[in-house]
């Protein structure tokens, strides 16, 4: 069955960095487009960076532009996402996400396109 599991959450001063990750397992990665999403304390599930099947392009929220990168091992079954010069606003549950059908920017910020997601990992932004 398919499996998508997170890692690489925790707590991070402001300014720092981490790195998530989100091991993939029981289909075909490589052939798949794969997001991020996150949801803060309180509010809604927001998009947050896509990557193409073959990682040829990536997308990314403009409240992390500039700061954040998504990237994938396709050998290795997993996608990351870089987190840099991190602020308090960034705390969140940060969740990956398996793209149901490959297409253009649209189709990546439209959450309902996901057809399976992880179980999250959290992120705390604090000093």
């Known amino acids: 069955q398919v499996q998508l599991v997170e890692s690489g959450g925790g707590l991070a001063q402001p300014g720092g960095s981490l790195r998530l990750s989100c091991a993939a397992s029981?289909?075909?990665?490589?052939?798949?487009?794969m997001s991020w999403a996150r949801q803060a304390p309180g509010k809604g599930l927001e998009w947050v960076s896509g990557?193409?099947?073959?990682?040829?392009?990536?997308y990314y929220a403009d409240s992390v532009k500039g700061r954040f990168t998504i990237s994938r091992d396709n050998a290795a079954n997993t996608v990351y996402l870089q987190m840099n010069s991190l602020k308090p606003e960034d705390t969140a549950l940060y969740y990956c996400?398996?793209?149901?059908?490959?297409?253009?920017?649209?189709?990546?910020?439209?959450?309902?396109?996901?057809?399976?997601w992880g179980q999250g990992t959290q992120v705390t932004v604090s000093s």
């Open positions: 029981g289909f075909t990665f490589s052939i798949y487009a």
């Open positions: 990557i193409y099947s073959d990682g040829s392009d990536t």
């Open positions: 996400a398996r793209l149901g059908a490959e297409g253009d920017y649209y189709s990546f910020i439209s959450l309902s396109n996901y057809d399976y």
